[in-house]
């Protein structure tokens, strides 16, 4: 069954620092989706993206977050200067439009320290 | 804006009994799509049940099943002949039906103990 992979599966940063999350969507789906997770609470929605642009987005999804598709198979989420409530579990997730595939990566766990 | 609602932070059931999860929604839409997730402790969300508002008929996976009560905005699920292996946190969650984004509005969540 296709999946959808997310790496690292788990990475620690500095304060400050910028973090990249990866993600290769499943082939082909054509929208994706960033969600957050922190620890406890329950699942956010970020970001959407579908041909090459951002169709929606929280308010949580501010000018320190920017997503890419930069080679056609990576779907990337970058965190600019994390802070410590960056801290959670971020999801991605693709979609083939139809909502009847709906498929989620297994996760990144960031930690600010 | 649609919200999600489950009422239950904790639920526990014995091996081979039945257990049922409450979720209420808020949403002036009359057509969109309802969801339960399982998130064992791996953390990955896994699609158990889908919903579609337009069908009467309750959707069912199985030992899975739901209780669709569109008038009351009220989509529980049941779980059959608990396994050890249902142990896990479960969210309920809404997506508007229609347009692109398809982005999902989850609950808090109820984590399910299993007992042998």
């Known amino acids: 069954e296709p999946e959808v992979t997310q790496t690292p599966s788990h990475q620690v940063t500095q304060m400050g620092q910028e973090v990249i999350l990866r993600c290769v969507p499943i082939s082909n789906h054509l929208y994706f989706y960033w969600y957050r997770q922190i620890l406890g609470q329950k699942v956010e929605f970020l970001v959407s993206?579908?041909?090459?642009?951002?169709?929606?987005k929280s308010e949580i999804f501010d000018d320190q977050f920017s997503v890419e598709r930069p080679d056609g198979s990576n779907f990337t989420l970058k965190i600019r200067s994390t802070k410590l409530e960056d801290s959670a579990m971020y999801f991605c997730?693709?979609?083939?439009?139809?909502?009847?595939?709906?498929?989620f990566g297994s996760g990144t766990r960031l930690t600010v320290v | 804006a649609q919200t999600v609602t489950q009422s239950q932070p904790e639920m526990s059931v014995q091996e081979a009994e039945t257990v049922t999860l409450s979720c209420t929604y808020d949403t002036s839409e009359s057509d969109y799509y309802l969801f339960w997730y399982k998130q064992p402790p791996s953390r990955q969300m896994i699609l158990v049940i889908r919903?579609?508002?337009?069908?009467?008929q309750n959707a069912t996976e199985n030992r899975f099943s739901v209780n669709f009560q569109k008038a009351a905005k009220s989509f529980s699920l049941k779980i059959s002949d608990s396994q050890l292996g249902d142990a896990a946190m479960y969210f309920c969650?809404?997506?508007?039906?229609?347009?692109?984004?398809?982005?999902?509005?989850f609950g808090k969540g109820t984590k399910l103990s299993v007992k042998p």
């Open positions: 919903q579609e508002a337009y069908k009467q």
């Open positions: 997730a693709s979609s083939s439009g139809s909502q009847r595939a709906y498929t």
């Open positions: 969650a809404y997506m508007n039906y229609g347009g692109s984004q398809g982005n999902l509005i």
């Open positions: 993206f579908y041909n090459n642009e951002i169709s929606e």
